[in-house]
């Protein structure tokens, strides 16, 4: 049984560039969120997926965008990265819209 | 987090139980979590409480809710070196669709 999957790992960007990070659910589940986890702090959340539509957001700007697909995989883009951007993203998935989250390993991505 | 409070920094002996503290706002909640992350890893979930339970146990971990004060502890029995990670504390907040909101993470450093 497949647990979330992330691609890829690890990503160097410059700032100013945009990046795109995917997510695979673990199976049976069709409802994905995403977080950014900062050096040394919790995981924030972004925002969250249902039926293909945006159905929660945290405190990110309109930079933070994203995308679910008929098979419930997922998207997070993120425009004109700031070095701040700089963290751990999470993708974690749940089976219906009240139960535990299964998180990914994530990817690590670096702004310079 | 925003009002998940955790302290940062717990050290025990091997052998020895751990106690993970963590205060939380929304008296809504209805699901609590503990979630372990090693490093380079993503967030392992522990377990959950649903909140009209004061208590669960499963094997070495045994949680408790005072959901007068939004006080949740996990207790580690018989706690090992591999037990060293850090220990997010979490809650299922309704916000028009439930959001799952993370302390801080406490770091528990076993000694052997």
């Known amino acids: 049984d497949a647990g979330v999957t992330q691609s890829p790992t690890h990503l160097i960007k410059t700032r100013g560039q945009q990046v795109t990070l995917r997510c695979s659910p673990k199976?049976?589940?069709?409802?994905v969120s995403w977080y950014q986890q900062a050096l040394g702090q919790g995981p924030q959340f972004i925002f969250q997926y249902y039926e293909e539509e945006e159905r929660q957001r945290g405190n990110f700007p309109d930079r933070f965008s994203g995308h679910q697909f008929p098979n419930y995989s997922s998207e997070l883009n993120v425009n004109a990265l700031l070095l701040g951007d700089s963290a751990l993203y999470l993708c974690?998935?749940?089976?219906?819209?009240?139960?535990?989250?299964?998180f990914g390993n994530g990817t690590r991505l670096t702004v310079t | 987090g925003e009002d998940v409070e955790q302290s940062l920094f717990l050290s025990v002996r091997e052998g020895d139980s751990s106690v993970i503290n963590c205060t939380y706002t929304?008296?809504?909640?209805?699901?609590l979590y503990w979630y372990k992350q090693e490093p380079g890893a993503g967030l392992q979930l522990l377990t959950y409480i649903f909140s009209n339970m004061d208590m669960k146990q499963d094997q070495r971990l045994t949680v408790l809710l005072n959901k007068k004060d939004k006080h949740l502890s996990l207790r580690i029995a018989d706690t090992q070196t591999g037990d060293s990670a850090i220990y997010f504390c979490a809650e299922s907040r309704n916000t028009g669709g439930f959001k799952t909101i993370f302390g801080a993470g406490t770091r528990l450093f076993v000694k052997a």
């Open positions: 199976s049976g589940h069709d409802t």
């Open positions: 929304d008296s809504s909640s209805t699901y």
């Open positions: 974690a998935s749940s089976g219906y819209y009240n139960s535990p989250l299964h």
